[in-house]
């Protein structure tokens, strides 16, 4: 059985950088693609950024192209997302999913200030 924990968020300036890393126990990691989403207060949630099992191919929302980047290293069981550039826009809970498992961590806060 597979569990993902999230941990890297905080407080950050506006124009800041964060790396929330996505780790997951469970010796079948390494199958499965890992998506992130985020929620903000009162919005929907929303994907953010998609990897597949290998790291070799990698897919964003538009919001963050350029800006993110998700990693992983399967010897870790983990998943990373980079996050450059980040902005008020950006403040939500960051969860990392396993779609084909409707699995999802506790989440991790990412504020950032003006």
């Known amino acids: 059985q597979v569990q993902l924990v999230e941990s890297g968020g905080g407080l950050v300036q506006a124009g800041g950088s964060l790396r929330l890393s996505c780790a997951a126990s469970?010796?079948?990691?390494?199958?499965?693609?890992i998506r992130w989403f985020r929620q903000a207060p009162g919005k929907e949630r929303e994907f953010v950024a998609r990897?597949?099992?290998?790291?070799?191919?990698?897919y964003y929302a538009d919001s963050v192209k350029g800006r993110f980047t998700i990693s992983r290293d399967n010897a870790k069981n983990t998943v990373y997302l980079q996050m450059n550039s980040l902005n008020a826009e950006d403040t939500a809970a960051y969860y990392c999913?396993?779609?084909?498992?409707?699995?999802w961590g506790q989440g991790t806060q990412v504020t950032v200030s003006s």
């Open positions: 999913n396993i779609e084909v498992l409707g699995l």
């Open positions: 990897i597949n099992w290998s790291g070799f191919s990698t």
């Open positions: 469970g010796r079948t990691f390494n199958s499965y693609a």
